[in-house]
């Protein structure tokens, strides 16, 4: 097994609130946490409706599990 980090996301609000069932594996936490960044940003009228959330949890993988390694 093998240290990464995946991403989590959260969508939607109250008991609407739900997981995103993909998951991405990341080498480093730096790039995790920017693409966490990146997808909870908003543009545009913000409501509440659009709310996101999304955070790195370090995780044990099997050494052949795709990993992300940088953003281009």
């Excluded at 109250?14 to 693409?35: H, M």
Aim: one cysteine or more; charged letters at 25%; aromatic letters at 12%.
């Amino acid at each position: 097994m093998i240290q990464v980090f995946m991403l989590v996301l959260i969508m939607g609000l109250g008991e609407d609130r739900r997981e995103v069932g993909e998951t991405l594996y990341f080498k480093s936490i730096q790039v995790c946490n920017a693409t966490a960044f990146e997808l909870t940003k908003r543009w545009g009228h913000w409501s509440y409706k659009d709310q996101v959330t999304a955070y790195c949890l370090p995780k044990a993988v099997k050494p052949d599990t795709p990993l992300i390694d940088v953003i281009d």
